[in-house]
């Protein structure tokens, strides 16, 4: 096997890697990006005929999302409780789905921003993944070139 064979073949083997691997480090950026947190508040407590309340978690919620609330649990069989709105400014979580006149412990599971106290390092990681990609596609597809037209 010649080298330009050779580099044709490391080519493609690194464009598979980079197939392979791509969702790995997105999971990896995306975990390193979040912090599993859990925030507990006893003695909730809905008046009549009310089935919302907030309650104010402790950490930032990812990109300010309510989409990032993993679960929502009461201490009462009753209650379904649903994240509602979300103000980032004060960190509140409206609740509903509470069962009116009744106190209560909501448990809330989120993923917080871990990376908030790093200015900048949240959007570098969450780019990364893509420029690592791109690398292993320009480098796989550089040394196919060369290969190739080394054979000419």
């Not at 907030?54 to 009462?76: A, C, E, K, M, Y």
């Not at 990376?115 to 480098?139: C, E, K, N, W």
Request: glycine share 10%; aromatic share 8%; net charge negative.
């Amino acid at each position: 096997m010649g080298n330009s064979t050779m580099r044709i073949v490391m080519g493609i083997v690194a464009v598979m890697i980079a197939f392979v691997m791509f969702p790995m480090v997105l999971s990896a950026a995306h975990d390193i990006q979040i912090d599993d947190t859990t925030d507990s508040f006893a003695g909730v407590t809905t008046d009549v005929a009310v089935t919302t309340a907030n309650v104010v978690l402790t950490g930032d919620l990812w990109n300010d999302d309510n989409g990032h609330i993993t679960s929502i649990t009461s201490s009462l069989e009753t209650d379904v409780p649903v994240a509602g709105t979300y103000v980032a400014a004060t960190h509140t979580l409206s609740v509903s789905g509470l069962t009116a006149s009744e106190t209560r412990t909501l448990t809330v599971l989120y993923e917080a921003d871990a990376l908030g106290d790093y200015t900048g390092l949240g959007s570098m990681v969450g780019i990364a993944p893509m420029i690592i990609f791109i690398g292993l596609l320009f480098a796989g597809g550089l040394s196919v070139f060369t290969g190739v037209r080394s054979k000419f």
